[in-house]
């Protein structure tokens, strides 16, 4: 059986049983994915999806489904140009329809809705190969940061034992931060309890400076760090004269048997041009101060954003091995869109974030 044979359309909402089916039996192994909470909330719920409209696109044999490609729909900035587009996050075809060009028609299929696209790979997964053939480009790795706390918790081996564990944190004290030295930088750091109105004006006055970047609305933060199942996430707010300049969303892994949080994360951050590396620093600092507190084993973020990487690396982040690498296709602006040095880009753009285990 060709491709040529096989129905490629958009997702109906009266396929959904199907659709969860074929994802239990494709991801045996990760349950999260064929969760109907976890589904409706990622693409039924979205503030992007069009009524009627989800962003999953089908391939079907005599009405069984065969393939999917599932996306997350954002508002891209290029430039001056807000428009809309989809991020991939996952693309697959059953094993025994594989080799039959039906991922390059899935996404021909969706390109022809959208035509800014965009979506991560590893250099050793196929799906890199396939989209460049079709006019993406590949054109940034997504480097990952990483600093190490208390490695009796990131150590899977001395975690388990609790004189290890503390011995080993004891030895690192001398290297971890101390809260004089990560003391929030002039302003207010506050716990937001609400993400409100104010989060869209920092957006409104922020985007500007960068050439290309992921739309922040107040309802798209909710969305994705409010009301996803399973998962609870802490946002930190920097103030001055109750003026929101930047903000930090955090996730902190679900401790293990033995108590201990091997990791903690910065899915997001975003900044005000105005007194920007004030701010970022400010922002760093408060969320190493609440990592040590919590005693995460690490704290890590993957970022795409020239300031954000200078001020890592100042509060001692290293640039780990991540292997991602960021991929898009456009219309236009390609010389923003194509070149790493326009954007803004963290975890809470892509699917890492939306991927790691719950924490509740």
């Keep these: 059986m060709t491709a040529d044979s096989i129905i490629f359309e958009q997702m109906k909402l009266s396929e959904r049983a199907d659709v969860l089916a074929f994802l239990h039996a494709t991801y045996p192994d990760t349950p999260r994915q064929s969760d109907p909470d976890f589904w409706d909330w990622h693409y039924?719920?979205?503030?992007?999806?069009?009524?009627?409209?989800?962003?999953?696109?089908?391939?079907?044999?005599?009405?069984?489904?065969?393939?999917?490609?599932?996306?997350?729909?954002?508002?891209?900035?290029?430039?001056?140009?807000?428009?809309?587009a989809i991020w991939i996050i996952d693309l697959m075809v059953d094993p025994e329809f594989r080799r039959r060009g039906i991922?390059?028609?899935?996404?021909?299929?969706?390109n022809k809705d959208y035509a800014y696209m965009l979506g991560s790979a590893t250099r050793k997964q196929h799906s890199a190969a396939l989209l460049t053939s079709v006019?993406?480009?590949?054109?940034?790795?997504?480097?990952?940061?990483?600093?190490?706390?208390?490695?009796?918790?990131?150590a899977k081996q001395l975690a388990r034992s609790r004189?290890?564990?503390?011995?080993?944190?004891i030895a690192f004290a001398p290297f971890r931060p101390r809260s004089k030295k990560i003391?929030?930088?002039?302003?207010?750091?506050r716990a937001v309890e609400s993400i409100d109105y104010s989060f869209d004006e920092l957006w409104s006055e922020s985007r500007s400076q960068w050439g290309c970047s992921i739309s922040r609305s107040s309802k798209y933060l909710n969305w994705q760090f409010t009301r996803q199942p399973g998962k609870r996430f802490d946002v930190l707010g920097y103030y001055e004269n109750d003026k929101l300049l930047g903000y930090a969303v955090m996730f902190f892994r679900r401790a293990s048997d033995t108590g201990v949080v091997d990791k903690a994360a910065i899915s997001d951050i975003c900044y005000h041009p105005d007194?920007?590396?004030?701010?970022?620093?400010?922002?760093?600092?408060?969320a190493l101060q609440l990592a040590i507190e919590r005693r995460a084993g690490g704290l890590v973020t993957d970022t795409i954003d020239a300031l954000l990487h200078e001020r890592l690396r100042h509060f001692g982040f290293w640039?780990?091995?991540?292997?991602?690498?960021?991929?898009?296709?456009?219309?236009?602006?390609?010389?923003?869109?194509?070149d790493a040095r326009h954007w803004h880009l963290t975890r809470g753009d892509s699917d890492i974030s939306i991927f790691e285990h719950p924490n509740l």
């Design 163 to 169: 004189p290890l564990r503390a011995a080993a944190d």
């Design 103 to 110: 991922m390059k028609k899935l996404v021909l299929e969706a």
């Design 183 to 189: 003391a929030k930088i002039g302003g207010e750091i």
């Design 319 to 338: 640039r780990v091995k991540s292997g991602l690498e960021l991929m898009a296709i456009g219309p236009g602006n390609h010389e923003l869109l194509y």
């Design 135 to 154: 006019g993406w480009s590949v054109f940034s790795e997504i480097p990952r940061f990483h600093k190490l706390l208390f490695p009796g918790a990131a």
């Design 275 to 286: 007194h920007a590396k004030e701010t970022v620093d400010a922002l760093l600092a408060a």
């Design 44 to 84: 039924l719920d979205h503030l992007n999806c069009e009524a009627g409209k989800i962003p999953v696109w089908l391939a079907k044999s005599e009405g069984r489904i065969v393939g999917q490609l599932a996306t997350v729909p954002v508002e891209l900035n290029v430039g001056e140009r807000a428009a809309p």
